[in-house]
């Protein structure tokens, strides 16, 4: 009976030492930023949302450009990697002039540009430079 306690409690102290090992591993890594995302570019999300189940869009945002506005259904959204440094923007009118038209720009899942109106105002604009 005794041996089986003790091999027991090694078995549980083998466990304890291996989680506190991992837990050591994973917070020494977080601690240098290897889990964190690259300086050179942030995680943007562009969110247009619009009452009538439409929007005419343009977007910029590095190699991603829409020139011509183009109507897409609401809510409509696009996540991309960006660079630093690049100039971003999304701007959105509501066809069918009625409700409610916004613009929402997050930045590594963070909030970072809003705008919102109410008819009979009828266009809205996200814009920023990614830090």
Do not use: H
């Given at each position: ?9 090694k ?16 917070a ?12 050179g570019s942030?995680?943007v ?41 690049t100039?971003v ?5 509501n066809?069918s002039?009625?409700g ?11 909030p ?20």
């Amino acid at each position: 009976m005794l041996t089986d306690m003790s091999d027991r409690t090694k078995s549980a102290l083998q466990v304890i030492f291996v989680l506190a090992l991992v837990g050591g591993a994973i917070a020494f890594l977080t601690s240098l930023g290897v889990f964190a995302p690259s300086e050179g570019s942030r995680l943007v999300f562009f969110e247009v949302k619009a009452s009538g189940g439409y929007a005419n869009i343009t977007l910029r945002a590095g190699d991603v450009v829409i020139d011509k506005p183009s109507t897409v259904t609401v809510p409509w959204s696009k996540t991309l990697r960006i660079d630093s440094g690049t100039e971003v923007y999304l701007t959105a009118s509501n066809p069918s002039e009625t409700g409610e038209l916004s613009c929402r720009i997050l930045l590594d899942n963070g909030p970072w540009k809003l705008e919102k109106i109410n008819a009979p105002k009828n266009g809205v604009a996200c814009a920023g430079i990614v830090p």
